[in-house]
Every structure is written in structure tokens, then in C-alpha cells.
DNA sequence: ACGCGTCCCGTAAACGTTTACGATCCTATG
DNA sequence: CATAGGATCGTAAACGTTTACGGGACGCGT
């Protein structure tokens, strides 16, 4: 046999089969793993395959049996939510594929424009019929989005929690517990006016964390003071701001909570203005762990999760919701509320006196 | 005619057609904007299209007419760029997309994994037949994807210049003239001892900015320092252990221009814990202007660019190299060196006195 | 009456796969 | 030997579009 043809065009199957002297058909076969196929010719169809450099085209494949094996992860790009800082979609995005790349599954991301409506843009994606499933993201409490997908029947799983009426999937962090978690422990100190800071409640985020942090509030037998909820870009400057607006109250704060750890920045410096140092005269948790957290002085008391893992647990639901593989992923039940860890810095490790 | 049918199966293109009575062939015309179709017909299949939700399958266009309408972005997720940190790629993506859509084209990202060689993950997606053209990013100075798209004849447009034998189309930020204007403008305050900190020379940036950074000291005349130039990671902690080795050193410079502005956070620490205030007695000058630069004390002297408009103008040179689009953006040249603007802050507003 | 051009539309063939079905060969079993 | 049945393969029909081609209807000029 001639060694010719390395890189020649290579048009298709039916050119792979033909170069092979075998019909079509098996070499499909032999390519998909399909019983019926002599494992002889499979290894020789591999071989060649593999030497030609072929790929099925994924639009005569699509077409054929309606599926595109590829699903996709909408984001938006809203400099509002504190997820979109960092790399958040990337560690999850890594966390996705190390389970979907299993399955032979691509992920892409879908960039909703900042101008289309976040509806309107899934529409024609799902219409497009470009992605077999789908991840969104950055859930609203109310999202028409939910229902647009469980009509068009397409698979997905939400990365937040909404209040849809239809239960659907999804995995958020558990803001619930992070809110918990750092008043218990500001009380366990000795705190009892707390203050918070959180995005706009519209966010679904914004409305759980300051719920979290008011029902720990009234465990502890502590009266919600709404002056203490402020709400702040989640940004230096946010946190800046959070510190002037806490600083103009008549009855000051012994601690702070906040949302994102870049804030801390800005808090900090802004309460070093007026004489007033982290981690001594006034207490400071935040959610979330980064390097920069560690950097900080004192060293901030943050939670920690594992956004890679999160996109391991996201990937498990979509699938568990998809038929082809549902066997393969059972669950009992298809909402998660993920785990942070606290990591105690200095920022907080004061016993308040006991005089308030 | 019964009103039926408002949100029914909606199989495809035929059941549209029989639906209106009309041939599939003349539907299809109608919906594409063919010529041969009566104007009249042609108000009644879009209609209709609209009413009935119908939206072509992406599958079977594709196929037909080996065009899928869908454009890459490819993106890694290593954090040794500066470009990886804060929404770099979605403000691109924004620019891109006021383009693309224009044209019916979508963009979607394709993000390869941690643990995959950004060459083979490009190599399946091109196989794949997925996108019709990609803009790849994160360029090394010798990149094999480059030789890979000129072969397999898609079209593309680096994010990043690179070194490759041959000429292909990019668009790269000027981070030449940005190190120029940094040393011209520390020059012109009297700094003659000029440190630089940059990431690892195999990354293209990083060899770019230490090369224009080394042409401009030549210009005037000053000895390039091999010890002067810090590899360090884009990060706080970057720019604390630029500070750590600067502060080392035999003989201080007197300033330091930083490649990424998140960088003087780290800095501005380190030198301070020194008792060496920036502004005052090092110059600081960065790349890149977002709003923490200006939030920093003393305010900091960056670099702004509109990262959306250099994604405008990707897309354009990217339409410009594509058969079906190229006369509509006709082009000169195919490579851009985007500008950059430094905006002065009070991190360098200081003369330096004339003993060194 | 005839030819010709224009406008509109229907027909059918492609695009590259997958897969249901049937055909062939071979072996084992009665 | 006859038959059953498993193993392996070839054939052809789909999947939903787009588009080249041809044809009918009509108007207009000769």
C-alpha cells in the first residue's frame, strides 16, 4: 500500500472508508464503538483514522441523531455580581470539563452581550440547537429563563438558587452558612452589633446572605438593625464605601461582614482613616478565600470552597438530568447547597471587652 | 384557518412550509433573503416563521452549506497572564460581539482545560468543525497553532503578536510604547535607576515589555541592568516580592514600572513596611488603569486602553480575512498595535532631586 | 402567432453522518 | 446433511437545510 495521502484532504468518511476498502457503514461502526465490528477491522479503522487525521463533522453527526455533544455555560457579563471577578467561571468551567470531557461532552461558554437580554439571547441559542444542555448562571429570584428551558425540554442546571415555581436543578454556595457561620463566631467573640454588607436583593445572593445573616441574628437573640445592611459594589471601592457609611452611624458596629474579599481592601483603609484598626477596634469576616485574603494585615477571616469541585457537583446534576447518562449519575436529590470552610485569619481574633 | 398550532412541535422547515402551502424551497429563500421571492410571499413565511417560533436548525444549515455562523474565542486558564485577572476577556468579548452580531455571527468561548495542550484542544475543535473562525489569545512566542490554522485554512486573529515564520493577522496591546512612555516620563522627572517588573519572557508580554523598557533606557543613554528586571507573578504577592527584591539590592532605584495594577497594591505595602512612601520617594508607574488604580494612596499613574474597542477592532481584521465578509471590511494591514493612554496619577508626580 | 425576457416558484440533489435491516459466511448442533 | 444462530459486514434511508435547475405565467415587442 502506497504511504501517500498524510495530509491530503480528507474529506469524510466515506474517503476514510473507501482508503480502507470497507463500507461505510462499519467504519462508522468501528469509529463509534459499536458491537457489530470485527475487532480487527476496528484497530485497522482506528489506525487509519488516526493516520489521515479524521473527525467526524459534528454538523452531518448532529444532524443525524439530534444531539451535538456539546454543552454550554451562559454568563453574563455584569460587573455586579461578585462572581464575575477573578476567575470564577474558569475554576468552575475546569471543574465542569474534568467530568463532561469523561463523556466526550465540549464545554463552551455562552457571553450573553451586555446589551441582549439574557432571555432573548438563550432563546436563540437553544434554537439554534447549538448545545445539548446547558449551565446558566447568575440566576435572578425571578428568571423566565427556567421556564424557557423546561419547555424547550433541554437539560440544564442552574449555578445559583431562584424561587421558580418549577423545581429545577442547581448548586449554589451555601451564603446561608457563610452567614451563620460568621456571626456565630463574631457572637462567640463577644459582637453584637454586627453589620453586613451584600449586593442589591434583587441578586438572589443578596437576598439570601442578608436573610442568613438575620435569622443567625435572632437566633442569638439579637435585634435586626436594617441600618446595618449595606449594600455595596462588591469592589475596593464598595468596601470603601461600606466603611464611610458605617462610620456616619450614631451606634457604631464592632464587626463587619462581607461578601467579597477585595472589599476588604477598601475597608480596611477607609477605617485606618478614622484611627480605627482591623483586627483591634473593629472585626472583619469575609466570604470569599483568595490568595490576596492571606495578604492582607491582619490576614482576613474568609471561607473557602472549591469552585473546581462545585463545577464537579454541577456537571453531576446536569448529567444525572440528561436520559443518556442518567444511569450513570443516579441521585436522589438534584439541589445542592455547597460547602465553605472557614479559614480564621487576624482579622477578627479579638475577644471584644465586655462592656459594649 | 385555525388558530391551532400557536407553540406546537414545530418540526422544521417543512412542516413551516406546508403550514403556509408554499414549496420548502421557497421558504428557505424567504427566510435567507434570497432575491427570487415575491415580497408579499415573503412578509407571510416571516410572519409566520415569528408566530410559529420556527428557527432554522443550525445542524442542518451547517452541514449544507459547511458554514456553522459561530466564531471562537479561545482562552486558557493559566494565571500567569495579566490578561487572565479581572474581566479582561468579557470586556473583549463585548467588543467583539457589537461586530459579530451584526452579522449573525455568534461567539462563543472555548476554554481549554488546565491539563490539556492548548494545541490538541485547538486541533479537535478545528476537527470539530464548530466555529467558521477563532480568535486565540495567550500567545506564546513560538506557537504551533498558528501553522495549524494556516493549514487547516481557518480563518483567525491572534490576541497577542508572536513570533511565528508566518504572517498572520493580530492585534496586541502596546505594551512597547507603554514601556517607553513609563521611562520617557520617569526620565523626564530625573529617574535615572529604573526597575521593571514583568512576567517570564517565554510569555511574548513579557519579552515585549522588557524590550521596549530596554530600547527606551538605551535612547537615553542609561545602562540596562539586568537586576533591575523582576519576574514576578501579576498579583499582590507579585508586586510585595518585586518590593522584596528591589529593596535587596545594593544600589535602589528610585522607580519602578509595574505590569499590572494590582501589582502596587503588594508593592505599596512592602516598600511602606521599608518606611518608603510611594509618591514621595519611588515612582511608581503601571500598566493596566481600572478603578483600584485610582482608589490607591498615592493615586496611581497607569495606562488606559479601551479594551472593548480593541475587541472591535479583532473583529474587524477577523471579517476582513474571511472570503464571505473580506469586501466589507477591506483592510490595509492586518496587524494592529493598539494604543494605550497613561493617566497621570500621584504615584511618580514627584521631582527627583538631582543627586542620584 | 411567435419569440423572448422577467418574475416567481417547485423539484430534487446534495452536505456527512448514523443506524435499522438484511445478507453472507461460518460454526455448532441435531 | 440440514438447520439454527452468531458474527460480521454492506445497503440505503433518514436527519433539516440550501441551492442549482427548470418550468409556468405573464408581458411585450415583432
Not at 63 to 84: A, D, K, P, Y
Not at 279 to 303: M, W
Request: aromatic share 6%; proline share 5%; glycine share 8%.
Amino acid at each position: 500500500m502506497p504511504q501517500e495521502g498524510k495530509t491530503q484532504s480528507m474529506k469524510g468518511i466515506r474517503q476514510l472508508a473507501e482508503h480502507l476498502d470497507i463500507s461505510i457503514g462499519t467504519v462508522s461502526r468501528a469509529l463509534n464503538g459499536k458491537p457489530d465490528v470485527n475487532e480487527e477491522t476496528r484497530k485497522r479503522v482506528l489506525a487509519a483514522a488516526e493516520q489521515l487525521g479524521y473527525v467526524a463533522n459534528q454538523s452531518g453527526r448532529s444532524l443525524r441523531q439530534g444531539t451535538t455533544n456539546v454543552i454550554g455555560l451562559m454568563i453574563q457579563s455584569s460587573r455586579e455580581t461578585v462572581e464575575n471577578s477573578d476567575n470564577f467561571f474558569l475554576t468552575v468551567t475546569g471543574g465542569l470539563q474534568s467530568v463532561l470531557l469523561r463523556h466526550k461532552l465540549d464545554l463552551i461558554m455562552l457571553p450573553c452581550p451586555h446589551d441582549e437580554d439574557p432571555y432573548e439571547y438563550l432563546k436563540r441559542m437553544v434554537a439554534r440547537r447549538i448545545v445539548d444542555a446547558l449551565i446558566i448562571s447568575e440566576t435572578h429570584r425571578v428568571d423566565k429563563r427556567f421556564d424557557l428551558l423546561a419547555k424547550a425540554k433541554i437539560p440544564f442546571v442552574a449555578l445559583g438558587r431562584s424561587l421558580s415555581g418549577t423545581q429545577h436543578p442547581w448548586a449554589d454556595l451555601d451564603f446561608d452558612g457563610v452567614a451563620n457561620s460568621a456571626v456565630d463566631r463574631l457572637v462567640a467573640h463577644g459582637h453584637r452589633r454586627i453589620a453586613i454588607s451584600a449586593p442589591s436583593s434583587d441578586i438572589n445572593l443578596g437576598f439570601i446572605f442578608v436573610e442568613g445573616y438575620r435569622r443567625a441574628l435572632e437566633r442569638h437573640g439579637i435585634a435586626y438593625d436594617p441600618a446595618l445592611v449595606i449594600r455595596a459594589k462588591s469592589s475596593e471601592q464598595g468596601g470603601y464605601q461600606v466603611a464611610d457609611e458605617l462610620l456616619r452611624l450614631k451606634e457604631k458596629p464592632t464587626a463587619v461582614i462581607l461578601i467579597y474579599e477585595l472589599m476588604a481592601i477598601g475597608l480596611y483603609r477607609r477605617v485606618m482613616e478614622a484611627g480605627i484598626i482591623p483586627g483591634r477596634d473593629i472585626a472583619v469576616v469575609s466570604f470569599r478565600e483568595a490568595p490576596r485574603a492571606k495578604f492582607l494585615q491582619p490576614a482576613l477571616t474568609c471561607f473557602r470552597t472549591s469552585l473546581h469541585d462545585l463545577g464537579v457537583e454541577l456537571a453531576e446534576i446536569l448529567l444525572s438530568g440528561m436520559p443518556a447518562y442518567s444511569q450513570e449519575y443516579p441521585r436522589k436529590t438534584r439541589q445542592t447547597i455547597w460547602p465553605l470552610e472557614l479559614i480564621p485569619g487576624e482579622s477578627d481574633s479579638f475577644q471584644l471587652m465586655a462592656a459594649e
